[in-house]
T-cell receptor, first 116, second 112 residues
Framework: EAGVAQSPRYKIIEKRQSVAFWCNPI?????LYWYQQILGQGPKLLIQ????????DSQLPKDRFSAERLKGVDSTLKIQPAKLEDSAVYLC??????????????FGPGTRLTVL | AQSVTQLGSHVSVSEGALVLLRCNYS??????LFWYVQYPNQGLQLLLK??????LVKGINGFEAEFKKSETSFHLTKPSAHMSDAAEYFC??????????FGTGTQLKVEL
Protein backbone atom coordinates (compact mmCIF):
# COMPACT_ATOMS: atom_id res chain seq x y z
CA GLU A 1 0.00 0.00 0.00
CA ALA A 2 1.42 3.36 -0.99
CA GLY A 3 2.06 5.82 1.81
CA VAL A 4 1.42 9.54 2.02
CA ALA A 5 3.20 11.37 -0.79
CA GLN A 6 4.45 14.94 -0.60
CA SER A 7 6.24 17.26 -2.97
CA PRO A 8 8.55 19.00 -3.23
CA ARG A 9 10.88 17.52 -0.61
CA TYR A 10 12.92 20.70 -0.30
CA LYS A 11 12.23 24.33 -1.13
CA ILE A 12 14.30 27.47 -0.67
CA ILE A 13 12.68 30.87 -1.21
CA GLU A 14 13.25 34.52 -0.37
CA LYS A 15 11.06 36.20 2.22
CA ARG A 16 7.88 37.74 0.79
CA GLN A 17 7.77 35.13 -1.98
CA SER A 18 4.99 32.58 -2.21
CA VAL A 19 5.25 28.79 -2.06
CA ALA A 20 2.94 25.80 -2.37
CA PHE A 21 3.17 22.26 -1.10
CA TRP A 22 1.27 19.25 -2.37
CA CYS A 23 0.06 16.15 -0.54
CA ASN A 24 -1.52 12.92 -1.75
CA PRO A 25 -2.94 10.86 1.15
CA ILE A 26 -3.25 7.12 1.46
CA UNK A 27 -6.03 5.86 -0.79
CA UNK A 28 -9.36 5.75 1.03
CA UNK A 29 -8.34 8.02 3.88
CA UNK A 30 -11.01 10.62 4.55
CA UNK A 31 -9.06 12.77 6.98
CA LEU A 32 -6.02 14.81 5.99
CA TYR A 33 -3.78 16.92 8.24
CA TRP A 34 -1.09 19.53 7.68
CA TYR A 35 1.51 20.01 10.42
CA GLN A 36 4.33 22.51 10.85
CA GLN A 37 7.50 21.22 12.54
CA ILE A 38 9.98 23.91 13.52
CA LEU A 39 13.51 22.72 14.25
CA GLY A 40 13.78 21.34 17.77
CA GLN A 41 10.01 21.15 18.29
CA GLY A 42 7.27 18.62 17.85
CA PRO A 43 4.83 18.90 14.95
CA LYS A 44 2.02 21.41 15.38
CA LEU A 45 -1.32 20.96 13.62
CA LEU A 46 -2.13 23.70 11.12
CA ILE A 47 -5.31 22.40 9.51
CA GLN A 48 -7.41 19.25 9.39
CA UNK A 49 -9.77 18.22 6.57
CA UNK A 50 -12.52 15.62 6.48
CA UNK A 51 -13.05 14.85 2.79
CA UNK A 52 -13.20 18.35 1.28
CA UNK A 53 -14.38 20.15 4.43
CA UNK A 54 -12.32 21.85 7.13
CA UNK A 55 -12.58 20.32 10.61
CA UNK A 56 -10.04 22.46 12.44
CA ASP A 57 -7.97 25.41 11.22
CA SER A 58 -7.64 27.21 14.54
CA GLN A 59 -3.82 27.18 14.40
CA LEU A 60 -3.52 28.26 10.76
CA PRO A 61 -2.18 31.83 10.30
CA LYS A 62 -4.90 32.77 7.88
CA ASP A 63 -3.37 36.10 6.88
CA ARG A 64 -0.66 34.25 4.97
CA PHE A 65 -1.46 30.53 4.95
CA SER A 66 -4.19 28.84 2.96
CA ALA A 67 -5.05 25.22 2.24
CA GLU A 68 -7.54 23.37 0.14
CA ARG A 69 -8.69 19.85 -0.60
CA LEU A 70 -11.14 20.51 -3.38
CA LYS A 71 -11.98 16.95 -4.47
CA GLY A 72 -11.48 15.35 -1.10
CA VAL A 73 -8.25 13.62 -2.08
CA ASP A 74 -5.10 15.68 -2.80
CA SER A 75 -4.39 18.82 -0.83
CA THR A 76 -2.33 21.96 -1.33
CA LEU A 77 -0.91 24.22 1.38
CA LYS A 78 0.17 27.72 0.33
CA ILE A 79 2.13 30.46 2.06
CA GLN A 80 1.93 33.98 0.68
CA PRO A 81 3.97 35.98 1.54
CA ALA A 82 6.54 33.89 3.37
CA LYS A 83 8.36 35.12 6.46
CA LEU A 84 11.65 34.00 7.93
CA GLU A 85 9.83 32.28 10.80
CA ASP A 86 8.03 30.02 8.33
CA SER A 87 11.22 28.02 7.87
CA ALA A 88 10.19 24.54 8.99
CA VAL A 89 9.27 21.08 7.82
CA TYR A 90 5.68 20.83 6.63
CA LEU A 91 4.25 17.39 7.24
CA CYS A 92 1.12 15.94 5.72
CA UNK A 93 -0.69 13.06 7.41
CA UNK A 94 -3.83 11.08 6.68
CA UNK A 95 -6.13 8.73 8.55
CA UNK A 96 -9.16 6.60 7.72
CA UNK A 97 -11.68 8.73 9.61
CA UNK A 98 -10.90 10.96 12.57
CA UNK A 99 -14.30 10.21 14.07
CA UNK A 100 -13.30 6.60 14.75
CA UNK A 101 -11.93 6.22 18.26
CA UNK A 102 -8.78 4.29 17.43
CA UNK A 103 -7.97 6.17 14.23
CA UNK A 104 -4.24 6.38 13.48
CA UNK A 105 -2.44 9.08 11.52
CA UNK A 106 0.17 8.15 8.92
CA PHE A 107 2.74 10.74 7.92
CA GLY A 108 4.42 11.65 4.68
CA PRO A 109 8.16 12.45 4.37
CA GLY A 110 7.60 16.20 4.69
CA THR A 111 8.70 19.31 2.78
CA ARG A 112 11.62 21.21 4.25
CA LEU A 113 11.13 24.95 3.63
CA THR A 114 13.95 27.44 4.06
CA VAL A 115 13.07 31.14 3.88
CA LEU A 116 16.05 33.45 3.32
CA ALA B 1 -6.57 20.34 27.12
CA GLN B 2 -3.97 17.68 26.48
CA SER B 3 -0.21 18.07 26.77
CA VAL B 4 2.90 15.92 26.71
CA THR B 5 6.26 16.38 28.39
CA GLN B 6 9.30 14.47 27.22
CA LEU B 7 12.13 14.52 29.75
CA GLY B 8 15.53 14.76 28.13
CA SER B 9 15.93 16.28 24.70
CA HIS B 10 19.00 14.09 24.10
CA VAL B 11 19.65 10.55 25.32
CA SER B 12 22.82 8.59 24.63
CA VAL B 13 23.20 4.85 25.16
CA SER B 14 25.72 2.21 24.25
CA GLU B 15 24.85 -0.42 21.68
CA GLY B 16 23.23 -3.34 23.50
CA ALA B 17 22.16 -1.23 26.49
CA LEU B 18 18.64 -0.54 27.67
CA VAL B 19 16.81 2.32 26.00
CA LEU B 20 14.43 4.36 28.19
CA LEU B 21 12.70 7.45 26.79
CA ARG B 22 10.37 9.25 29.17
CA CYS B 23 6.96 10.70 28.45
CA ASN B 24 4.44 12.20 30.85
CA TYR B 25 1.03 13.38 29.74
CA SER B 26 -1.78 15.55 30.91
CA UNK B 27 -5.29 14.82 29.76
CA UNK B 28 -8.77 15.68 30.93
CA UNK B 29 -10.16 12.48 29.41
CA UNK B 30 -8.85 8.90 29.22
CA UNK B 31 -5.88 9.32 26.92
CA UNK B 32 -4.92 7.69 23.68
CA LEU B 33 -1.11 7.77 23.56
CA PHE B 34 1.36 7.31 20.73
CA TRP B 35 5.07 7.02 20.11
CA TYR B 36 6.43 8.02 16.71
CA VAL B 37 10.00 7.80 15.40
CA GLN B 38 11.55 10.20 12.90
CA TYR B 39 14.70 9.30 11.00
CA PRO B 40 16.74 12.09 9.41
CA ASN B 41 14.95 13.77 6.51
CA GLN B 42 11.94 11.50 6.85
CA GLY B 43 8.40 11.78 8.16
CA LEU B 44 7.08 10.29 11.36
CA GLN B 45 6.60 6.54 11.61
CA LEU B 46 4.24 5.02 14.16
CA LEU B 47 6.06 2.85 16.70
CA LEU B 48 3.15 1.91 18.94
CA LYS B 49 -0.07 3.20 20.43
CA UNK B 50 -2.18 2.78 23.55
CA UNK B 51 -5.93 3.12 23.30
CA UNK B 52 -7.61 0.84 25.83
CA UNK B 53 -7.02 -2.58 27.34
CA UNK B 54 -3.58 -3.99 28.10
CA UNK B 55 -1.33 -1.34 29.58
CA LEU B 56 1.87 -2.86 28.18
CA VAL B 57 1.98 -2.15 24.47
CA LYS B 58 4.39 -3.77 22.06
CA GLY B 59 5.45 -2.00 18.90
CA ILE B 60 7.76 -2.40 15.98
CA ASN B 61 11.52 -2.88 16.10
CA GLY B 62 11.42 -4.37 19.62
CA PHE B 63 10.07 -1.28 21.35
CA GLU B 64 7.39 -1.34 24.01
CA ALA B 65 5.71 1.16 26.31
CA GLU B 66 3.71 0.89 29.50
CA PHE B 67 0.73 3.10 30.31
CA LYS B 68 0.72 4.00 34.01
CA LYS B 69 -2.32 6.03 34.90
CA SER B 70 -1.22 6.66 38.49
CA GLU B 71 2.02 8.21 37.24
CA THR B 72 0.50 9.77 34.06
CA SER B 73 3.39 8.23 32.18
CA PHE B 74 3.93 6.34 28.93
CA HIS B 75 7.67 5.62 28.84
CA LEU B 76 9.23 3.90 25.82
CA THR B 77 11.74 1.08 26.32
CA LYS B 78 13.83 -1.35 24.35
CA PRO B 79 15.96 -3.99 26.08
CA SER B 80 18.94 -3.76 23.75
CA ALA B 81 19.79 -0.72 21.62
CA HIS B 82 20.96 -1.08 18.05
CA MET B 83 22.79 1.47 15.94
CA SER B 84 19.76 1.66 13.65
CA ASP B 85 17.64 2.97 16.55
CA ALA B 86 19.39 6.34 16.39
CA ALA B 87 16.61 8.79 15.55
CA GLU B 88 14.26 11.31 17.12
CA TYR B 89 11.33 9.98 19.11
CA PHE B 90 8.07 11.81 19.73
CA CYS B 91 5.39 11.05 22.27
CA UNK B 92 1.88 12.28 21.47
CA UNK B 93 -1.54 12.36 23.11
CA UNK B 94 -4.80 12.39 21.19
CA UNK B 95 -7.46 14.93 21.98
CA UNK B 96 -10.79 15.88 20.51
CA UNK B 97 -11.18 15.55 16.76
CA UNK B 98 -8.30 13.08 16.61
CA UNK B 99 -5.97 16.02 17.16
CA UNK B 100 -2.48 14.93 18.19
CA UNK B 101 -0.45 17.02 20.62
CA PHE B 102 3.23 16.17 20.39
CA GLY B 103 6.06 16.49 22.84
CA THR B 104 9.25 18.30 21.88
CA GLY B 105 11.02 15.07 21.02
CA THR B 106 14.01 13.10 22.31
CA GLN B 107 17.05 12.58 20.13
CA LEU B 108 18.46 9.09 20.73
CA LYS B 109 22.15 8.52 20.06
CA VAL B 110 23.55 4.99 20.05
CA GLU B 111 27.29 4.61 20.56
CA LEU B 112 29.55 1.66 19.91
Amino acid sequence: EAGVAQSPRYKIIEKRQSVAFWCNPISGHATLYWYQQILGQGPKLLIQFQNNGVVDDSQLPKDRFSAERLKGVDSTLKIQPAKLEDSAVYLCASSLDYQRGTDTQYFGPGTRLTVL
Amino acid sequence: AQSVTQLGSHVSVSEGALVLLRCNYSSSVPPYLFWYVQYPNQGLQLLLKYTTGATLVKGINGFEAEFKKSETSFHLTKPSAHMSDAAEYFCAVKGGGNKLTFGTGTQLKVEL
